[in-house]
Nanobody
Framework: QVQLVESGGGLVQAGGSLRLSCAAS????????MGWFRQAPGKEREFVAV????????YYADSVKGRFTISRDNAKNTVYLQMNILKPEDTAVYYC???????????????WGQGTQVTVSS
């Protein structure tokens, strides 16, 4: 069992930055790939970024590539999402999730956090 709690969301102007954190409970955190997803009002939840259990592999959605960076600290049971050059279209609830593989589809993620709101004003 893994419990996930996101933090770091808020209101920021376009062009600004935020860093989201996702704290995990459970001794098996380091064995999971971790992903970030987001869901805007009226839209489906979409993939943002993923990092493998070791941190050696990362992958990003095209819409955030070059602006967002995913990282993890297994000693702290935490995964991060550094978001730079934020745009109004990045406004959404951001979720972290855990999966057994960094190749998992969204349906294959086993554990989800409750989400944190990110609002980017123009």
């Amino acid at each position: 069992q893994v419990q996930l709690v996101e933090s770091g969301g808020g209101l920021v102007q376009a062009g600004g930055s935020l860093r989201l954190s996702c704290a995990a409970s459970g001794r098996t955190f380091s064995s999971y790939a971790m992903g970030w997803f987001r869901q805007a009002p009226g839209k489906e939840r979409e993939f943002v970024a993923v990092i493998s259990w070791s941190g050696a592999y990362t992958y990003y959605a095209d819409s955030v590539k070059g602006r967002f960076t995913i990282s993890r600290d297994n000693a702290k049971n935490t995964v991060y999402l550094q978001m730079n050059i934020l745009k109004p279209e990045d406004t959404a609830v951001y979720y972290c999730a855990a999966a057994s593989s960094h190749r998992a589809t969204i349906r294959e993620y086993d554990y989800w956090g409750q989400g944190t709101q990110v609002t980017v004003s123009s």
